[in-house]
């Protein structure tokens, strides 16, 4: 039986910067992918990513949040590629 509604969760993510921990509301789709988030947590926000919800504090510049995406974003492309050699 397929589910036809969105389906709404809260989640724990660390802060892509620091770990410290925040509340993310999560909408994933029926098929499991996610369709958008928003950070719960006073002083946090969610991070555009379609993988994956993503969080960080406010207090973080700008540059701090971008260099620790990016970095988020080479390790992952990284474990990605190295579970696509091992099939």
Known sequence: MMKSENHYTVERHG???????????TV?????????CTATSPGSHCLTDERRPLAACDSHTAEE???AYKRWQSKNDKESDDEQEDD
Not at 15 to 25: E, H, P, T
Not at 28 to 36: F, Q, S, T
């Open 15 to 25: 802060c892509v910067v620091c770990a410290r921990i925040l509340d993310v509301l």
């Open 28 to 36: 994933y789709a029926p098929d499991g992918r996610l369709v958008g």
């Open 65 to 67: 949040v971008d260099a």
